[in-house]
């Protein structure tokens, strides 16, 4: 972290200055920056196990058929972990006809992230969230300029 005049700031000042900016109600950028350095990596391994997923349609609109699955009432039993598993299979579905979309992916991903409830993997799992949100408006942009 650095002051306005560009002085670099050892680890104790540095603490320091972020407790003064979080009692200040300032944002911590520092915090900002490692959370989307994770989301930057996570995109890393997405890439490195998928390949590129940049021609990939959208899957969204107003005539985009989904075949989703939502409780009618509450004696269904429904639950995220339910709709996790809904998710997961859709996407496999879709992946093995070759017609996967960015909007099952993300589906699919929101779902294990809202079936946790342990604060570390959920935590974990909302990164690959914005890890894919930020792969699909990547190959939106690459769309856009070859339009």
């Given amino acids: 972290m650095s002051t306005p005049d560009g002085y670099i700031l050892d680890e104790e000042p540095r603490r320091m200055l972020g407790d003064l900016l979080r009692q200040t109600g300032e944002r911590d950028h520092q915090a900002g920056r490692r959370v989307l350095a994770e989301v930057d990596d996570e995109r890393?391994?997405?890439h490195s196990r998928w390949g590129d997923q940049s021609q990939l349609p959208d899957g969204t609109g107003p005539d985009e058929l989904h075949h989703v699955s939502y409780p009618c009432d509450e004696s269904v039993g429904w639950t995220y972990h339910d709709w996790r598993g809904d998710r997961q299979s859709e996407a496999e579905y879709?992946?093995?006809?070759?017609?996967?979309?960015?909007a099952a992916i993300l589906q699919e991903e929101v779902a294990e992230a809202l079936?946790?409830?342990?604060?570390?993997?959920?935590?974990?799992?909302?990164?690959?969230?914005?890890a894919v949100a930020v792969q699909w408006v990547e190959a939106i942009d690459t769309r856009l300029s070859k339009a």
């Fill in 44 to 46: 890393d391994r997405q």
């Fill in 94 to 102: 879709l992946a093995a006809r070759g017609t996967l979309t960015f």
């Fill in 115 to 130: 079936a946790e409830s342990d604060p570390g993997r959920l935590r974990a799992e909302l990164i690959q969230v914005a």
